[in-house]
């Protein structure tokens, strides 16, 4: 199994960055692709951005692109989403989230999930 454990949720402000980071543990080696989600109440999980733990090729969701890097530390086991020009849109729970098998923006291709950290974005 993978542990999951996000950190740097908070308070923002509009125009301002936040980074979220992602720290994994146990079975590591299981790791393909790492993926950051994030849902807000009454609605559907969003995903946001992934990153290929061999390569650190990236895929971005089109509403994030521009504005939020996706990075890792192979060496760590820690991923990132470093979130610039955050608006209050971008206000959520975040989760980060473990796929052994895909490269996938899909969020139910995913195994291992952590436990959220809240984004709160003000204006």
């Known amino acids: 199994q993978v542990q999951l454990v996000e950190s740097g949720g908070g308070l923002g402000q509009a125009g301002g960055s936040l980074r979220l980071s992602c720290a994994a543990s146990?079975?590591?080696?299981?790791?393909?692709?790492m993926g950051w989600f994030r849902q807000v109440p009454g609605k559907e999980r969003e995903f946001v951005a992934c990153?290929?733990?061999?390569?650190?090729?990236?895929y971005y969701a089109d509403s994030v692109k521009g504005r939020f890097t996706i990075s890792r530390d192979y060496g760590k086991n820690t991923v990132y989403l470093q979130m610039n020009s955050a608006t209050p849109e971008d206000a959520a729970v975040y989760y980060c989230?473990?796929?052994?098998?895909?490269?996938?923006?899909?969020?139910?291709?995913?195994?291992?999930w952590g436990q959220g950290t809240q984004v709160t974005v003000s204006s």
């Open positions: 989230a473990a796929d052994p098998k895909e490269y996938s923006s899909r969020w139910y291709n995913y195994d291992y």
């Open positions: 146990g079975r590591t080696s299981s790791i393909y692709t």
């Open positions: 990153i290929k733990w061999s390569t650190a090729s990236t």
